[in-house]
């Protein structure tokens, strides 16, 4: 069941790790503007599209100005009291509430250009392949959303530590992994000024949040 009781049919849910400290940046990158829309409302926002199970998102410190720019959305956010332990305490407090799942999503809260279409076609390969990992690439290069079996690598995924994330995992599996090819928004993501100048030469309108 989803956090507003609504039944769920696919078995697939996603995590979003939204539990960094922006440090490099010097304020909350996920309560960033983009065109009017905070950076974490715009990567959720493709996984409750694509109804597949129910969205998760984990946070940190900021679990106020995260759940304000999530609302109306049809998310659970939980708050990870390990955060600064590093991406793989997001990980490990995220796995009892994904038990009843048959794979998952895990997405980062920066990376906001990831379309619902992609999910759809990774689901697919998922289920026609066979395998247990399903990793997006563009430009020879590794992205994010990654797709999993929950059950294989649970374990593991329990055991990981400091701040690699699932990516000790994906690389012990690697004879399990189907890699398909995705656009560049599975790659960006917003950790610097630079980050955010880029945006603007593109056309984009970028804002601090007011959260």
């Known amino acids: 069941m989803t956090a507003n009781g609504t039944l769920i049919l696919s078995g697939i849910y996603s995590v979003i790790l939204a539990a960094g400290s922006s440090r490099r940046l010097g304020f909350n990158k996920l309560t960033l503007r983009i065109d009017s829309q905070p950076v974490i409302r715009r990567a959720t926002t493709p996984f409750v599209e694509a109804a597949l199970g129910e969205v998760i998102v984990v946070t940190g410190s900021d679990v106020a100005p995260v759940t304000s720019a999530l609302e109306g959305l049809d998310v659970r956010v939980i708050r990870n009291e390990e955060h600064r332990q590093g991406m793989s305490s997001s ?90 090819e995705g656009n560049e928004g599975i790659l960006f993501d917003i950790d610097t000024g630079e980050d955010l100048e880029l945006l603007r030469k593109r056309g984009y309108r970028v804002e601090k949040g007011v959260f």
């Open 91 to 180: 990980v490990r407090a995220a796995l009892p509430w994904i038990t009843d799942a048959t794979a998952v999503f895990f997405h980062l809260g920066d990376k906001p250009f990831v379309e619902k279409e992609l999910l759809t076609e990774m689901v697919q390969r998922y289920r026609d392949s066979g395998k247990g990992i399903i990793v997006p690439v563009c430009d020879g290069m590794k992205g994010h959303p990654v797709l999993m079996s929950q059950g294989p690598y649970r374990e593991e995924m329990r055991l990981l530590d400091g701040d690699r994330g699932l990516r000790e995992v994906i690389e012990k599996h690697s004879a399990d992994v189907l890699f398909i």
